[in-house]
């Protein structure tokens, strides 16, 4: 056979436009959902903005008006001197939540930690909780800096008496790794990659809340659920959700912080040193400048306002949930909790110490 067949899950469309394909129809959410959905979003940029890393082309040099305000002083030859230090990734990371509510761990995009290109935050974390036999637990953890240790998570097969995380890692059947993380909601800062969608989807993740476009990723998610949510291939991909649909205000922000930096950046370098100039519409770059660190400071300042009081829909919990469910007003205590275990930890992922 020379002709290949068109393959089953793309039949429907295959004569259709490309923006059938990548289209989704927005998720229509109760207020409780939203409001959920934007605790934990909120409590991902805290943590961005705890850790932030500004210092792309290195602590010293010219960014010019773009990091105005993250500079520190100036070297004696006039060269400014930048907070941050080392520059260790790209300011993207991702949170995973459990169906019943509970934060399971987070991580960042450490692509100059490990001199490569696919250390993305999303494919770190679902890595890191195949992995993981020491979870967090708000009532109990252990030591404080990078040596603060959590309880272990136990996912919903625990619950269902199916083999534990620990038991899993010695070699049982994929269909068990094949749902073990499919009550599981990642929340990423920017839009998912071709490479941390399809590990998403092998990890059945079930959704991803994304607070940030990616045009540079021509909507590979909403594509892969698209093809994947009725071809019976015994996965799914995971269900993206933007920030516009959670009601978020930072994630329209982002975005037009982000045009207009790729609008002016070619005219207005980010970067002059080492005898060229970093003028690329980049948007890991956008991400180091004044103007998204001010965003996400306005988001972690919202996320430590969060009281008993602002929460809205305090009993809410989601359907389908199990009886041990967190409410919301649960789940303001736990990312409070969480936070606070970051905060201690401080760095830029629990699995290592950068």
């Excluded at 207020?31 to 792309?56: C, D, F, T």
């Excluded at 070699?171 to 490479?195: H, I, K, P, R, W």
Aim: charged fraction near 25%; aromatic fraction near 10%.
């Amino acid at each position: 056979m020379t002709q290949r067949p068109t393959p089953r899950a793309l039949e429907q469309f295959w004569s259709k436009s490309v923006e059938d394909l990548a289209t989704l129809v927005p998720s229509t959410m109760r207020p409780g959902e939203s409001e959920r959905h934007r605790m934990y979003s909120l409590l991902l940029m805290a943590i961005v903005r705890l850790q932030w890393n500004g210092n792309k082309y290195g602590d010293t040099g010219d960014y010019g008006r773009w990091r105005m305000e993250q500079r520190l002083m100036s070297t004696p030859s006039r060269e400014a001197i930048y907070r941050s230090g080392t520059y260790l990734g790209h300011n993207i990371a991702a949170l995973a939540v459990n169906g019943d509510g509970h934060v399971i761990d987070y991580d960042f995009n450490h692509n100059n930690v490990f001199d490569s290109s696919v250390e993305h935050a999303e494919s770190r974390l679902i890595r890191r909780i195949f992995s993981l036999d020491q979870l967090y637990e708000p009532s109990e953890f252990f030591g404080r800096g990078p040596n603060a240790r959590r309880r272990r998570f136990a996912t919903r097969a625990d619950d269902e008496g199916k083999e534990s995380q620990r038991e899993a890692s010695k070699g049982v059947s994929t269909t068990q790794f094949a749902t073990l993380l499919n009550d599981v909601t990642v929340y990423t800062s920017l839009e998912s990659c071709a490479q941390c969608s399809g590990i998403m989807t092998l990890a059945s993740v079930k959704a991803v809340v994304y607070l940030q476009w990616d045009q540079g990723q021509f909507l590979i998610g909403n594509i892969m659920y698209q093809v994947t949510r009725g071809a019976e291939l015994g996965f799914v991909s995971p269900l993206p959700i933007s920030g516009a649909e959670i009601e978020l205000p930072y994630f329209s922000e982002l975005n037009k912080g982000n045009d207009e930096f790729s609008q002016e950046v070619g005219k207005d370098p980010f970067f002059k040193g080492g005898g060229s100039n970093r003028n690329k519409p980049s948007i890991t770059s956008f991400l180091c400048t004044d103007v998204a660190l001010a965003i996400y400071q306005r988001a972690a300042d919202e996320f430590k306002e969060l009281t008993e009081v602002t929460v809205t829909c305090p009993e809410y919990t989601p359907d389908g949930a199990t009886q041990g469910a967190l409410s919301n007003a649960e789940v303001r205590s736990e990312v409070r909790d969480f936070w606070e275990y970051a905060r201690a930890i401080n760095n830029r992922g629990t699995a290592h110490r950068v």
